[in-house]
């Protein structure tokens, strides 16, 4: 049995713990802060809470997998539910898009909405990347990434010149189609001139595999998973640092903490791997792709305005409204994400934009970037995107060090749910071939 250290209590590292320990190895989970969860927390005050993450996830099929691989099913500890309109568009030239997830149909009616023909253009789009998601999905996203032994056809595909911007302007001569596609890639801090245009396929999964949320937020997947790695065994040890994994021959032996060092056949890091000293040169040409600015608002009154649960409002700045946590009898919870120049508070850029809630707003919690980086102890938004050698430098399931594996948001395959869900199925998946127990 072998004696594995995860680094960090996120999504990653909870999943990757879970999965380890249904595997029959001896595993410690170390967090920093006093509570596990990461970016799945929520946020209180005054009786209103938030989720200081997503509130939505895409491919339901890999959290599903985790609790079935980890022990009692997703069914049964919680409820999964579909949203038929993903997210609501609104475009400077005041058109609307109300952008349905897993129905063709739908969106060629949503599509047509905004234009004669434009249902059609955005179908024969997204259908242009299934060949790209059942080679990717199957060489890439489901099988440790090992580019040295990646076929040419898989390779090619990950590794194309084409970025996403130019893949977007051969396809729309319409800009709102070119925004309604970019939009997730824009919103998570990236430029998408510098997005491998394959990653477009989101678009893809979006269509054909809707999109989820979580009856009662992300906290309590969180809760949830928690309880999972009791069950399982798992030792969590919460509010200790990792100072950096200890190396012996060139091979990890041991996790050095705050409190002492924690012996180790096996060490997963589920952090940014900057903050580990034996890790940070091995991604020392990357950079975190930054947050947004987000600020929480408790609303209560009458005439709170009629709101979708997603809301994009196109323009410089971005702003996205989504209604997700609770709230005191006759109250809202909302919250609020700004991209780009937002040169002046946020809730007034959001009435200029047609939403005023000012006279709404009874309890308000702002969050930077830096609070958000310094809270979570790392950008939750992984990677940046810098064209398509990033791939290069971002480290992967297996890391250059022997003994070290690697899962979340800034390891491969990437950040969000779905994939870093993924990513500690890979480690599991390679950690049971290197150290069967």
């Known amino acids: 049995m072998a004696r594995t250290v995860v680094i960090g209590g996120g999504f990653g590292g909870m999943a990757t713990a879970a999965r380890l320990a249904k595997l029959g190895q001896e595993v410690t989970l170390v967090e920093h802060r006093d509570r596990l969860g990461g970016a799945m927390g929520t946020i209180e005050e005054e009786g209103f809470t938030w989720d200081a993450g997503p509130s939505m996830t895409l491919l339901p099929g890999v959290v599903r997998d985790l609790f079935r691989k980890s022990g009692r099913p997703l069914e049964r500890e919680i409820d999964l539910i579909p949203q038929e309109i993903l997210r609501e568009h609104h475009f400077e030239d005041g058109s609307v898009l109300k952008l349905p997830g897993g129905s063709r149909a739908a969106q060629i009616d949503a599509f047509d909405g905004l234009g004669a023909g434009l249902g059609q253009k955005w179908i024969d789009h997204v259908d242009s990347f299934t060949e790209d998601w059942e080679v990717i999905r199957r060489e890439y996203l489901e099988r440790p990434w090992l580019p040295d032994l990646a076929g040419k056809d898989v390779t090619s595909r990950i590794f194309t010149r084409e970025h996403l911007a130019k893949r977007l302007k051969k396809a729309f001569k319409d800009e709102r189609l070119r925004l309604v596609a970019g939009h997730p890639f824009v919103f998570a801090g990236h430029d998408t001139r510098d997005v491998p245009a394959w990653l477009g396929m989101r678009a893809y999964v979006e269509q054909r595999f809707g999109g989820w949320k979580i009856e009662g937020g992300f906290g309590q997947l969180a809760d949830v998973l ?178 070290v594996y690697a899962a979340g948001a800034h390891a491969a395959p990437g950040g969000g749910i779905p994939f870093v869900g993924l990513s500690a199925a890979l480690v599991a998946q390679q950690v049971a071939l290197d150290h069967p127990v």
């Open 226 to 403: 928690a309880q999972r790695l009791t069950t399982r065994g798992v030792t969590v040890l919460t509010g200790v640092d990792v100072t950096d994994i200890v190396l012996r021959d060139g091979r990890a032996v041991a996790v050095a903490t705050s409190t002492g060092e924690l012996d180790a056949d096996v060490v997963v890091c589920a952090i940014d791997p900057r903050r580990i000293p034996a890790l940070a040169q091995h991604v020392r040409r990357t950079m975190p792709a930054l947050p947004p600015v987000v600020c929480h608002v408790g609303l209560t009154g009458d005439d709170i305005p009629d709101m979708p649960e997603e809301t994009v409002f196109h323009g410089d700045p971005l702003v996205v409204v989504r209604r997700s946590g609770t709230a005191p009898e006759g109250g809202q919870a909302w919250t609020i994400f700004g991209r780009g120049l937002l040169a002046e508070d946020i809730v007034l850029a959001l009435a200029r934009k047609g939403t005023n809630i000012r006279p709404n707003v009874e309890v308000r919690v702002d969050r930077s970037a830096r609070t958000q980086v310094e809270e979570f102890g790392a950008s939750p938004m992984g990677v940046l995107w810098q064209g398509r050698t990033t791939l290069n430098h971002r480290i992967s399931t297996t890391t250059p060090i022997p003994g």
